[in-house]
């Protein structure tokens, strides 16, 4: 069966780093990977995916990348700020879907 | 345009017990879904749809019913509430019916007790 690796411990860093997260999975060739953003009782929030044919992606102060030979996506967050504290999930998308269980980010003012 | 409405957003029941838990959607997407989210365990897929009429299961689907009579609707039966059901369920749709080319829409999700 799959399995998704996220960063097991939550993850604290200081206000304008670069915070980065990653994405380890096994035994699934996704077509995309997707991430996603949680905040305490919401919905996930979708923020961006990429293709198994690309390398990187980028939205604004985001950028993700993805190896499909290491089978690992990293996520960046560059400068940092405290409203970016939240749960970030990354999901493997292809004929089926599967979640990961998500890196806390506590983004220290 | 208000996405993925869920109802309710609190619900306790007593083992045993059956409830039906509503999803709404107003982006005309094809595909919806149903999640559970649980401490540790990631989301995990109970139910899905590509369209009005037509349902499979996910990873996680026993002690649960669906059906799709429209586009907009999708929901969940809970036929006999057990304890191992206590959880978090989140209601998603996504506008392609395969290969996860967009991404979900997420409701903002039930958090069900079973006592």
């Known amino acids: 069966s799959q399995k998704i690796e996220q960063n097991s411990e939550a993850l604290n860093i200081q206000e304008g780093k670069t915070a980065t997260l990653t994405c380890n999975y096994t035994?699934?060739?996704?077509?995309?990977l997707q991430w996603y953003r949680q905040d305490p009782g919401r919905g996930p929030v979708f923020l961006l995916l990429?293709?198994?044919?690309?390398k990187e992606k980028r939205k604004e102060r985001l950028k993700v990348t993805f190896d499909t030979t290491l089978k690992q996506s990293l996520f960046h967050i560059t400068a940092s700020q405290p409203a970016d504290s939240a749960t970030y999930l990354c999901a493997l998308a292809g004929n089926q879907f599967y979640f990961g269980t998500g890196t806390s980010l506590t983004v220290i003012p | 345009n208000a996405g993925v409405t869920q109802t309710p957003k609190f619900q306790v029941l007593k083992t045993g017990q059956s409830m039906t838990l509503q999803c709404a959607q107003d982006m005309n997407h094809e595909y919806m879904s149903w999640y559970r989210q649980d401490p540790g365990m990631g989301l995990r897929l109970i139910h899905y749809s590509v369209g009005a009429g037509i349902t499979d299961q996910g990873e996680v689907p026993n002690g649960y019913n669906v059906s799709r009579s429209t586009t907009e609707d999708f929901p969940l039966r809970l036929l006999s509430a057990a304890p191992s059901q206590t959880s978090v369920y989140f209601c998603a749709s996504r506008f392609d019916r395969g290969l996860g080319s967009t991404g979900y829409t997420f409701g903002s999700g039930t958090r069900l007790t079973v006592v």
């Open positions: 990429i293709r198994e044919n690309e």
């Open positions: 035994n699934y060739s996704p077509a995309y």
